[in-house]
């Protein structure tokens, strides 16, 4: 029977390139995270609709994803859901802003709920921090995992902003392509910020959408 770490190592084996290409790592810095995270995962499994973060309770871990979709939104305070982000296999679910933030004793903005049934890896965010701290974790390796989702953050606030629902629905396809079939309109419809109405008519036109129902 392989160890944890064994298994770890041959679970995320089969994201390397992807990872790598996502966040610019070099494959010396890559191979020296996963040196330090192979002793830290801890295999965990949930089911749909089960949380893997809650709104309002300081966050305190981070996921990666084997299979399964997660999905990180938060509630307004007049009710409303409003979705932030996906992630799918090989990618980080979480939010980085609530880790931060988790530092200074602040709960998290967000929560993050398992679409589809989720296998991941957990990794308890204090204990990354104190391993940068004392120099064994590379601040790098922090660093352009922030650098990727400033860049996601940046272009999500463009897309929701200024253009179309149409573009947005396209653009949307384009960040996450094949997601469309595995989550609910009700979910896209609260990335995009449209009625899941609308969405389903704009899903069957062609022709330009005129109007935009929020």
């Known amino acids: 029977m392989k160890n944890k770490n064994e298994a770890f190592l041959d679970d995320v084996g089969r994201f390397r390139d992807a990872m790598m290409t996502r966040y610019l790592f070099s494959e010396a810095i890559y191979n020296h995270m996963l040196d330090i995270l192979s002793a830290l995962a801890r295999p965990v499994t949930f089911r749909k609709g089960e949380l893997l973060q809650h709104q309002g309770v300081p966050a305190q871990s981070c996921y990666w994803i084997m299979s399964g979709v997660a999905r990180t939104a938060f509630i307004t305070e007049g009710g409303a859901e409003v979705t932030l982000r996906f992630a799918a296999e090989g990618e980080m ?38 391993l940068m701290a004392e120099g064994r974790l590379s601040f790098e390796v ?41 989550v609910t309109q009700k979910c896209i419809a609260s990335y995009l910020g449209v009625t899941p109405q609308y969405l389903s008519q704009l899903s069957r036109r062609r022709e330009p959408a005129n109007s935009l129902k929020c």
Request: include cysteine.
């Open 93 to 130: 679910a979480g939010a980085h802003e609530d880790v931060l933030a988790a530092k200074v004793g602040l709960p998290a903005r967000s929560f993050v709920v398992a679409e589809q049934p989720v296998e991941a890896y957990e990794f308890h965010c204090p204990e990354l921090g104190r």
């Open 142 to 182: 922090s660093a352009r995992f922030l650098e990727y989702n400033l860049k996601k953050q940046a272009r999500r606030t463009y897309v929701v902003g200024s253009v179309s629902a149409r573009e947005r629905l396209a653009a949307f396809r384009e960040e996450y392509p094949g997601l469309e079939n595995r």
